[in-house]
């Protein structure tokens, strides 16, 4: 690889809002057969609304009042969507006494005395909470690309809450794309394996790694590397960042988390996933000039 390449390469990168934060980025990225997508805020907005509601226990505004009280204190996408449909419904939340969040999982916390936990089926799971009067509904929202989210109060199912997050505008133009340049395409998501598949249907991704908790996703990308895949893994999240350091060449939304920007060798400045197949073209092109 001759610098003068590499130099002239990195310009170009610049000047479409790829930026390489070494030299070998580029050469690594050139050879590149497979792309791990961070679902929630690289393939979707990342912006959650909270579509659906069903209380099988308590007064509706009472149950969705203490469950954003508790998601005000979380700073996960889901707690926004949450604690936004409170506000829109004009509900006042009240004081926190004790919070905990469970990475992966969901969050605990007391309010008015009482103990509300959040999050998904596995955290029912957990808590030995029986889901089996929701089930049906629950599916039929994954199914439809929705997270299921589940509330219990002192320890009983109190309500069912769904969230959407749209999928970004150029992410399925962007998978069709790596498609042709002969990539393999993937994503990995903490998310319900049937959201995480009705996504991935909807983009034309064609391999899905689902319910992974946050720690587990560098684990992901050190599987397909065993399979002898070079990798290049696009996040934005603080959890991200380990699987951004695994991969062949981290790739980093520019408009995601600090930790994930700080983890990547290639930073995408705009959230549009068609940054990463104008990256990955360029890199190619670099390289051939330097052969
Ligand atoms: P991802 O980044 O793919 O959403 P996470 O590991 O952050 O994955 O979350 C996995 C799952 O844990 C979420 O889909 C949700 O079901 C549950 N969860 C995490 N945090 C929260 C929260 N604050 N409130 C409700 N559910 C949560
Ligand atoms: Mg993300």
Do not use: C
């Not at 209380?55 to 969705?64: C, H, Q």
């Not at 926190?96 to 029912?124: S, T």
């Not at 929705?146 to 959407?164: F, H």
């Not at 705009?270 to 890199?283: E, Q, T």
């Amino acid at each position: 690889a001759t610098p003068t390449a590499i130099m002239v390469g990195t310009g170009r990168g610049a000047e479409m809002g790829v930026l390489f934060r070494k030299g070998t980025a580029l050469e690594l990225l050139a050879r590149v057969d497979t792309v791990v997508l961070d679902k929630t805020g690289t393939v979707t907005r990342g912006r959650p609304e909270l579509t659906d509601l069903v209380v099988v226990e308590g007064e509706e505004a009472e149950v969705l009042r203490r469950v954003a009280a508790a998601e005000a204190r979380s700073e996960h996408p889901i707690a926004e969507a949450v604690v936004e449909a409170a506000r829109a419904r004009g509900l006042d939340l009240p004081e926190v006494a004790a919070f905990e969040a469970v990475p992966g999982y969901g969050i605990e916390a007391e309010v008015e005395g009482r103990r509300i936990q959040v999050g998904a089926d596995r955290y029912m799971a957990r808590l030995g909470i029986d889901l089996g009067p929701v089930a049906g509904r629950v599916e039929a929202w994954a199914d439809a690309a929705k997270t299921p989210l589940y509330a219990a109060v002192d320890g009983r199912l109190a309500a069912a809450l769904a969230v959407a997050d749209p999928v970004k505008e150029g992410s399925r133009e962007a998978v069709e794309a790596l498609h042709r340049l002969g990539l393999a395409v993937a994503m990995v998501t903490g998310d319900h394996r049937r959201t995480a598949e009705a996504v991935a249907r909807a983009v034309g991704i064609e391999r899905v790694m689902a319910e992974v908790l946050p720690e587990h996703k560098a684990e992901e990308v050190r599987r397909l590397q065993a399979e002898g895949r070079r990798v290049a893994f696009v996040g934005d999240g603080i959890n991200d960042a380990p699987a951004l350091a695994q991969a062949d060449v981290g790739v980093a939304i520019g408009t995601g988390t600090d930790v994930a920007i700080e983890a990547g060798d290639v930073i995408l400045m705009s959230g549009d996933l068609r940054g990463i197949v104008n990256a990955v073209a360029l890199a190619r092109r670099t390289l051939r000039t330097i052969r």
